[in-house]
T-cell receptor, first 113, second 113 residues
């Protein structure tokens, strides 16, 4: 089955700096890669996703890149703000296979003032 | 638009007792998932429903876990008997047809003592 690895496990940045979280996946059939933000006591919330026919996608301060050959994808957050502090999860799934998500282990992002 | 509703929010039980969790997905969403999130880890899929039918329960420990979605809307997940290692947050998610983005509920935090 699919295996998703995520790094780093913790990330501390200064407000206004950029943050980058990286994930690798094992199943070449995976073609859908969402990123979720989870705040304490809440369920995961989708912040951006990318499909395998696209190499990069951007939404305001958030961008995701995908390298299908290397089987890795990354989340980039620019101009970080304190409210970006949360746990971020990457995931992989096969559309057409029910979109069953395999999650990474999470990155605790802390944005310091 | 109302989100995915779950109850209860918290539950503490002794080992060998039984417990049930309830989920009401977003209206019109045909696909429903239950995930288990152990502290410090990413969510792990337990079971997927399409309407009232099970699509994938390969990761469900069927000797103690059961789930149903009798009318294709609400779903319940049951554990009987509970073990200490079942302590986790149980997340319910739904999407329109199994191919679109998944929306998560806030989860039920289970503590088995």
């Amino acid at each position: 089955g699919e295996n998703v690895e995520q790094h780093p496990s913790t990330l501390s940045v200064q407000e206004g700096d950029s943050a980058v979280i990286k994930c690798t996946y094992s199943d070449s059939a995976s073609n859908y890669f969402p990123w979720y933000k989870q705040e304490l006591g809440k369920g995961p919330q989708l912040i951006i996703d990318i499909r395998s026919n696209v190499g990069e996608k951007k939404d305001q301060r958030i961008a995701v890149t995908l390298n299908k050959t290397a089987k890795h994808f990354s989340l980039h957050i620019t101009e970080t703000q304190p409210e970006d502090s949360a746990v971020y999860f990457c995931a992989a799934a096969i559309t057409g296979g029910g979109n069953k998500l395999t999650f990474g282990t999470g990155t605790q992002l802390k944005v310091e003032l | 638009e109302a989100g995915v509703a779950q109850s209860p929010r918290y539950k503490i039980i002794e080992k060998r007792q039984s417990v049930a969790f309830w989920c009401n997905p977003i209206s019109g969403h045909a696909t429903l998932y239950w995930y288990q999130q152990i502290l410090g880890q990413g969510p792990k899929l337990l079971i997927q429903f399409q309407n009232n039918g099970v699509v994938d329960d390969s990761q469900l420990p069927k000797d103690r876990f059961s789930a149903e979605r009798l009318k294709g809307v609400d779903s319940t997940l049951k554990i009987q008997p509970a073990k200490l290692e079942d302590s986790a947050v149980y997340l319910c998610a739904s999407n329109l047809n199994g191919e679109t983005e998944a929306f998560f509920g806030q989860g039920t935090r289970l503590t088995v003592v």
